[in-house]
């Protein structure tokens, strides 16, 4: 049980300070590239010998960002701006901004004029139509633009080989989550909702293959400790981001385990592995195609819904929650259907809103509490 | 002197004609879309295929104030007040089947293009899980350039040439290429003809209430590949051109100011965002809705760029562009923003946009809050505040310059 806890503290305190993570990549000599979600190629990256350090955004008000976007937009975008502004960022090299939702959209143009050109952006477009083969071929010419800006960056060019390490090291990392995973949700009682999320979102700040080893260890820790009940209740996540220390907190205050998700933060970003194909760039793009249950993807028929329903009932879950990234479209448009198909499939839903620049929860707390009531009655 | 309906007049009745077809189409078993507006018309056009549109429809509602009934219905089903109100007039129509105001026949097939923006995606899986119909979109990726590039215009190509297959399957009707050439090429003179219409608002005064772009801009929409259409705009560019030479306007009044009026219109307020600016003298002269509809291309892969350069889908730089040099163009004494509630896209730059309006074109510049549909997030207060600030300011700069 130390060694558990002594890894998910480990763990922990990286997310909890980010910062410290890009300040000791810097001083090391290694430069670093914020990457925003949604599915900007990470590993070109790492290939080019940078760290990709995730911008997911920061539990903070964001008060300069006003002046670029409208209160309107989501705290994800705003208080990346916000630390962007305030200079908190400027060690990075670069950031990669994938234009996939209407927000993300505006956010170069309002990066490159508040913050300035000293980190500039690389935009990541890739193809909504990302089944067909014209979708995976624009997707991959995209990619390789990308790899072009990268290269300038990092000032040296990038090998198909470098790519393909890079694919192997992230594979393995996606592997490492997945068994986490699976581990954390059989025993609830040793991975709260916050250590579990913290040990997934460490990995966005540190090399990958640094944490596929921790990950590694503390999978094998937790299949060490000796079988427990749990008395809990179990839940699956789904959202844009589940991460909130103070919604985490009111899920343990409930009892309830995360026994699975589908957040795009989480799960939906290490499910898939990178197909490994001759140009690893193509492999890369594929990989969008194969990927499911993130509101930001072209979805016709929902197989977000249905994926959702299959896995809470894989994970034998008493109900979803979905946790609601406020002011995000994709996500709010998804909500109706994919409620009246769980509904459908008799499996309980509650949706709460949150917001990175939200203080106060009592109104999560109090529709958890009574969610929790409701499951266990 | 010239016997043949006021042009305006001929634009309301093509619209009302199309929209009629549709329902005669659908009458006789045919199968009829909804489309998303910027999605490529010819297409449909040479297929023969009749489409109506959701975001037009959305529009009308507004206009008729059946916007916050059916928004209110929609949240009522769950969508979020934070979505575009076009798409909730929909959901709301989905579901009740009936809508006061306007009615379209409902689709046995969606046509859904995101170059101007990425909820249409999400809007219209919605439609075709709950309509059970099929769905083919158009992705038409948000530009990082000035142009659009040989990638893009390869990808929108397969997909364009997939459309027309899987159309041909839904509908059992065939593409004719001859007959698409014929559509691109009447669709480049309904283009040309309103671009030449709206052209003339750089005269002075303009020839014609600038508002009159948001009625005219339907048929420019949804008719452009029809020779109807090509001619009710020639005719309304002739018009204007006889105002021009008279030294006349449609507009009520005398025309003190001439502004860009960036956004949508709240529909909803029509009537008092017009007002407001048409009683203190000022006309709208420049409108991003002038060089929106100039789809202008020479063969089919210049048509792929085309759609890329639609409002909203180009890099900000380019729409920084498109709107100064309009401005300059149309020579305007002030700009008014419409952050509108419903479009994170639009808005999601308009603060930057309004500053470097404002630097480059020297002119005073408002922003107000609205939507395009819904009248709860517009207050009467703060638009006739700000744009009495802006007259001011405007005043003020007018007898310095008098000076």
Known sequence: MNEVKMLLDELAAVCANPKAQLDAAVADGRKCVGVLPYFSPEELVYAAGMLPFGLWGAEMQANESKRYYPAFICSLLHTVLELGLKGALNDLSAIMVSICCDSLKGFGANWKYGVGEAVPVIDVAWAENRKIPAGVEFTRSQFRKVLGQLEAIAGDRVSDAEIGAAVAVYNENRAALRAFSAAAARRPEAVSPMARCAAIKAGYFMDRAEHTEKLNALTAALAALPEQKWDGLRVVTTGILADSPALLRILEDNQIAVVGDQIAQESVNFRVDTPVTDDPVEGIAQRLGQVEGCSVLFDPGKQRGKELIELAKKVNADGILWVMTKFCDPEEYDYVPVKRMADAAGIPLLAVEVDQQMVNYEQARSAIEAFAEILRF | ?403
């Open chain 2, 1 to 403: 002197m010239d016997e043949r309906k006021p042009a305006k007049i001929v634009l309301r009745e093509l619209q009302d004609r199309i929209a009629q077809d549709a329902w005669d189409a659908k009458q006789r078993g045919e199968k009829v879309g909804w489309c998303a507006s910027n999605f490529p018309q010819e297409i449909t056009t040479a297929m023969g295929i009749p489409v109506v549109y959701p975001e037009n429809m959305g529009a009308a509602v507004g206009a008729k104030g059946g916007g916050q009934r059916m928004c209110e219905y929609a949240e009522g089903m769950g969508y979020s007040n934070d979505l575009c109100s076009y798409s909730r007039i929909n959901f709301a129509y989905t579901d009740l089947k009936r809508c006061e105001e306007l009615e379209i026949p409902f689709p046995d097939f969606l046509l859904c293009c995101n170059n101007i923006c990425n909820c249409m995606i999400k809007w219209y899986e919605n439609l075709a899980l709950e309509l059970d119909v099929p769905l083919i979109l158009i992705d038409i990726p948000h530009l990082d350039a000035m142009t659009c590039d040989a990638d893009r215009v390869k990808y929108i190509r397969a997909q364009f040439d997939d459309c027309i297959a899987q159309l041909e399957e839904i509908t059992g009707k065939k593409m004719d290429y001859d007959r698409l050439n014929e559509v691109m090429s009447i669709s480049q003179r309904s283009s040309k003809a309103w671009l030449r219409a709206v052209g003339y608002m750089s005269a002075e005064p303009s020839p014609f209430s600038g508002f009159d772009i948001f009625n005219n801009m339907a048929v420019a929409c949804v008719g452009r590949g029809t020779v109807e259409a090509a001619e009710a705009f020639e005719q309304l560019a002739d018009e204007y051109a006889a105002l021009v030479k008279e030294g006349k306007s449609t507009f009520k009044g005398e025309e003190k100011y001439r502004i860009l009026f960036e956004g949508i219109a709240c529909w909803s307020n029509l009537r008092f965002t017009y007002k407001t600016l048409q009683s203190r003298g000022i006309n709208l002269t420049a409108s991003i809705y002038g060089p929106a509809f100039s789809f202008l291309y020479s063969n089919l892969d210049e048509l792929m760029a085309a759609y890329s350069y639609v409002p909203n889908s180009n890099c900000f730089e380019k729409e920084l562009q498109l709107r100064v040099d309009d401005a300059l163009k149309n020579k305007v004494d002030g700009a008014v923003f419409h952050m509108n509630r419903s479009c994170k896209h639009w808005s999601g730059n308009l603060y930057e946009m309004e500053r470097q309006f404002r630097e480059k074109t020297g002119v005073p510049t408002i922003v107000f809050d609205g939507d395009q549909s819904d009248p709860r997030c517009f207050s009467e207060a703060q638009y006739e505040t700000r744009v009495d600030a802006l007259t001011e300011i405007m005043e003020q700069r007018k007898k310095e310059a008098a000076q």
